[in-house]
Every structure is written in C-alpha cells, then in structure tokens.
C-alpha cells in the first residue's frame, strides 16, 4: 500500500501528526484521510506528495472505533475534556437491555453535530464559536451506525464497538444512546480500529517513522 498507516497516539492532534511525520520524513506536501481529535488514539493513513490525491478513496469508507462512554455525565464538547454541564443519574440497566438499545439505534439518524468539530456555520468551523465562548445552534446531520456491539459493562461504563459510516461523530451517537439509556452519557476514550478493510494492526507507532 503506497501510504503510510499510523498508530496516533492519545493526546496530540492529527495535525500535530502531519508535522512531526513531515519534519522525519523531509517531505513537504502531506495529508490524511479523517482527522482524528487529540482525545483519539488509531488509526490513520496518511499520503504524502501526489499520492495525497488518492486519500479521497478513504473518506467515505465506513470506519470502526471501540469506546469507552461514562454514562451520568454529559460536557460541553461530549468528551472528559470539556467542563461538566450536566449530571444525572444512571438507571441499572442489564446487557441485554443495553445490547438491545444499541441494535434499535442502526440505521440512519439525525444527531446534532458536536459543538467542537469542524463543520461550518456561516463559514466558520463550530469550534471557533465554542473557543470564544459564543451560543451557537448546532446544525443536525443524518448519521449512519452499523453496528453497535457492547464489549464491557462495568459500573456506569461501558466499552462499545461502533461501525459507522462516514461523517458520523462518536460523540453525538454516544450521546443519544445516553438519552436512550435515560441519563446523559460522553466518551471517555476511543480508538479507531479500522477505515475500510485497513485495520490498525496494520499500523506503526508514529515513534517508529
């Protein structure tokens, strides 16, 4: 496969991941296909000068993540880095119940978009607007889950496969199986396991590049 495939680790951006591959590599022109937010670790295939022109065959790929969701808890930005704006209680719900909602919720659904993502209002990225402190109606999106398959329950967590198709936000989907759930729910962690038929075994620690 003529790109590279990364194993992004938590806490930088995919950004980050492009400059430090970018100062490595000596390469002048990089791309990816699907950012991955700073909280994300996974995969990323990342393409550098003209084969940066194939990475659209990627963006409408469906993609898997394994996530850790606290239900109880909602933030501002749907993860455990935003401040705490809601909390409610956690009905003692069975895996059954729980494996049961997440099959109801496959299909196509309109979900608000995250208030820190990149998608525009009046030009402008969503998450310039929540930086600045600024109100702001998120616009609501058609989402696609595949599958929704609950590996863990311990507690008020639970760690659950995701096979999305493109465009879909882990945050907002997590979020509605919170309403679902009767409480409020966020992401706590996440990986993205695969883009297509590449998975991330297939992939190297950036440290190694």
């Keep these: 496969m003529p790109f590279l495939l990364i194993d992004k680790p ?91 909602i997440l099959h109801e919720m496959t299909g196509k659904i309109d979900l608000p978009v995250p208030l820190y993502s990149a998608v525009k209002k009046k030009g402008k990225p969503l998450y310039r607007y929540a930086r600045k402190g600024k109100s702001v109606e998120l616009p609501v999106k058609t989402m696609e889950i595949m599958e929704g398959e609950l590996l863990e329950k311990r507690e008020e967590t639970l760690i659950i496969r995701w096979k999305v198709g493109s465009g879909t936000y882990v945050r907002s989907i997590t979020e509605e199986l919170g309403r679902r759930l009767d409480t409020v729910a966020m992401v706590t962690n996440l990986r993205r396991t695969t883009i297509g038929d590449v998975s991330v075994d297939q992939a190297k620690p950036l440290e190694d590049f």
Excluded: C, W
């Excluded at 430090?20 to 670790?41: C, E, I, V, Y």
């Excluded at 909602?74 to 009905?91: C, I, N």
């Design 10 to 100: 938590k806490g930088i951006s995919s950004f980050r991941v492009l400059q430090t591959l970018q100062d490595r590599l000596g390469k002048k022109k990089m791309g990816h296909a699907g950012t991955l937010d700073p909280l994300a670790s996974g995969l990323l295939i990342v393409a550098t000068e003209h084969e940066t022109k194939q990475l659209h065959n990627f963006l409408k790929l469906p993609k898997e993540y394994i996530a850790e969701v606290r239900l109880g808890v909602a933030t501002e930005t749907g993860d455990d880095e935003g401040v705490q704006r809601k909390k409610r209680p956690v009905p003692n719900r069975t895996e059954k119940e729980i494996e049961k």
